[in-house]
Every structure is written in C-alpha cells, then in structure tokens.
C-alpha cells in the first residue's frame, strides 16, 4: 500500500498519526517532523508532504532527510499556503520528481495530488553504490564528487550492473543476458560497445573518467580504485 508521511505543524491532536485515505495512502501526519527524522534510517515512505512551512523549513528538513540514501528517491510535495504572496521555490526542489502547489491540506484537489504522488513513489529502490559513486536508477543518473552525470536508460542499466560488482569483471554476454533478456551475439557485443563508449564520454574530465574499463576477451569492470 501506498504511504505518503505529511509534516504540517499545527495539525489538531486528534488528526496526528496514521490514517488510510480515501485514495487508498496510508498517510502518517505529524506536527514535527523530528520523529519522523530520528527513523529515516529505517522507514521510508513513497511521498513525502510538507504543509504550513517557511521555505527555510522545507529546505531545512529535506536537506535532513537526504542525509539518508533512499531518501533522495522520494519525491516530495511542497505546498505553499494559498494566500503566501509569490512563489519561492526551495533549493530542494527537483522539477523532474517534485512539486510545488498552493493549498491546505484538507483541500480536496491537494489530497488528490497526494495519492496520484503517493502511488508513484519509488521508495523503495535503492541507489546502486561503489566508493564515492552513486547510482541513481530511477532518474538514470550517476553522482560522482562534485557533479551529476545524466544517462540514458539503457546507460543506466549497464552501469548499474557494473557498480552492483565493483571493481569485478562483469562478461560481455552477462550485462546482455540482465540488460537485454536476450543471447550475445554479435550485433548485441556491438550495441554494447557504443553504450560502453558513450559512458565513458560522458565520464570523461570527472573523476570517474577512468574507472570504466574493458578487459579485453572477458568483459568490463568498474574500478573504484582508479577515482581521482
């Protein structure tokens, strides 16, 4: 079931905890978010909502909640009290994931939004981690220190398999069995190697630029070792 974690302060008593929506979220509301903080280790939710907060505030607990992994594939909601003047958007923000509406939380069209949200989310994947790098597979992008590198999917699934065995060659015919479902053959050994050569143009001048490697006549690695 799908779960969205609402922080509102000054939320009533009686309406603090857990509730199952007309939508079918189990919504959790809290009226300080330091509870919900204190376990972020350990529960994630698909959605995250922030009500009745300075931008400063929304930022503040965001930032917080990123300190944890999984916590970054979370999108979240960040309403604006229909009468604030103006639009300020948080530096947290990421368009391609969150939003940013006015309304109260017992607007019918913001508890809309929060279920259509909620049942997207993607709490529950993980980032793909080797060393210093991040995966990201849900937004196909790779974080190295300093930058974020965009990828296409199928980039993505490639370095996935990679980072998921650090520093281990991973045979041609393997990344095309999970990658593509299908048999290696010769056209599929060459599609590989534009896919292969495409990530490392990417990479180039980051300091992954050389940790994706060819093992000529097995396969290719990802040497963490090689960052600098």
């Avoid at 300075?54 to 979240?76: E, G, M, N, Y």
């Avoid at 300093?146 to 296409?152: A, Y």
């Avoid at 045979?171 to 599929?188: L, V």
Wanted: charge should be positive.
């Amino acid at each position: 079931m799908p779960t969205a974690l609402v922080i509102a302060p000054g939320t009533p008593p009686a309406l603090l905890g857990r509730a199952l929506s007309d939508g079918g979220v189990l919504v959790h509301r809290l009226a300080d978010p330091s509870p919900a903080l204190a376990a972020a280790a350990e529960t994630v939710y698909d959605l995250l909502v922030l009500c009745g907060l300075a931008v400063d505030q929304q930022q503040d607990i965001v930032s917080r909640f990123h300190l944890h992994r999984r916590w970054r594939l979370v999108p979240v909601l960040y309403t604006l009290h229909p009468a604030t003047p103006g639009i300020a958007i948080p530096g947290t923000f990421r368009p391609e994931m969150d939003a940013l509406v006015r309304g109260d939380y017992e607007d019918i069209a913001l508890q809309r939004r929060i279920t259509a949200m909620a049942r997207e989310g993607v709490a529950q994947a993980d980032l793909v981690v080797a060393g210093q790098f991040e995966l990201d597979p849900i937004r196909s992008v790779l974080r190295v220190p300093g930058s974020e590198v965009g990828l296409t999917e199928r980039e993505a699934e490639i370095l996935a398999i990679l980072l998921s065995h650090p520093n281990r060659t991973v045979s041609a015919a393997e990344i095309i069995e999970r990658g593509w479902g299908t048999e290696a053959d010769a056209r599929y050994l060459q599609i590989l190697r534009r896919h292969v050569s495409n990530i490392r143009r990417k990479l180039d001048r980051t300091p992954a630029a050389r940790s994706v490697r060819t093992v000529r006549g097995a396969g290719y690695r990802f040497d963490s070792r090689l960052a600098g």
